[in-house]
């Protein structure tokens, strides 16, 4: 889900501009930066990526969007984390597109206590 949402998007950029397009230009910049990430709020993030591909997501993911939506605003924001290690978003779309890389990543952020969150 996230390496799609990242390729629709035109990578890492892509999806760092449309989301400052669309207010959220400091959210994802502490995503990618070495503070604390700021949290996003489910509806702008769907707002920002529009509602046909959200819809996409979900039919993919076979999840109703009012589940999918607080998953990707909770996970989007540590998977950026993750691939953008001190802030440094160079390599970061070649980590999400490497599956075992993305894998690990996932796997981390789900033993961090992030299970919980998919049931």
């Known amino acids: 889900m996230a390496q799609e949402l990242m390729q629709k998007n035109g990578g890492l950029a892509g999806l760092k501009g449309k989301l ?3 207010g959220l230009g400091d959210a994802i910049g502490s995503w ?3 503070g ?7 509806n702008q993030l769907a707002g920002a990526l529009g509602q046909d591909q959200i819809q996409g997501l979900a039919d993919k993911a076979g999840l109703d969007v009012g589940k999918l939506l607080p998953m990707l605003s909770t996970l ?14 160079a390599g970061a779309d070649a980590k999400l597109a490497d599956k075992d ?15 919980n969150l998919l049931g």
Do not use: R
């Open 76 to 89: 989007l924001p540590q998977i950026i984390d993750k691939i953008t290690p001190d802030g440094d978003e």
């Open 36 to 42: 604390e990430n700021q949290e996003v709020d489910a």
């Open 20 to 22: 400052d397009g669309a």
């Open 101 to 115: 890389s993305l894998q690990g990543t996932l796997d981390g952020l789900l033993k961090g206590g992030l299970g």
């Open 32 to 34: 990618i930066g070495t």
